[in-house]
């Protein structure tokens, strides 16, 4: 099943939307393109794309010094596939949607 999504970046590689249930004011998803269901199975270098655009994202907002990243697997691991939520109670007023 697709859902519509709210696009803050994409790239060939990776995608970051809004999370449709939020847990605070900015709370993002960033997801790799590529399947892999869950930490353990994903490589280094997804690992790390998924690290890169944190930093990024965060740069966009503004918000370097003050955000999370969570990461479930298994426990609390709603969709099989691996993603980041990043979350941050500042940076809402840089946050805009490509569609």
């Known amino acids: ?5 709210s696009i803050f970046f994409e ?5 970051v939307i809004a999370d449709i249930h939020p847990k605070a004011p900015v709370h993002l998803l960033i997801i790799p393109k590529a399947f892999y269901p869950d930490f353990y199975s994903a490589p ?9 655009t944190a930093k990024q994202v965060a740069e ?6 003050h955000f ?8 609390g691991q709603e969709v099989d596939h691996i993603h980041y939520h990043f979350l941050s109670d500042r940076g809402i007023e ?3 949607f490509l569609k």
Do not use: C, Y
């Open 1 to 5: 099943m697709v859902m519509p999504a």
């Open 11 to 15: 790239t060939d590689e990776v995608i």
């Open 44 to 52: 280094p270098e997804i690992l790390a794309l998924l690290d890169q």
């Open 60 to 65: 966009k907002l503004g918000v370097t010094n």
């Open 68 to 75: 999370r990243i969570i990461v479930n697997n298994g426990f």
């Open 94 to 96: 840089k946050l805009r």
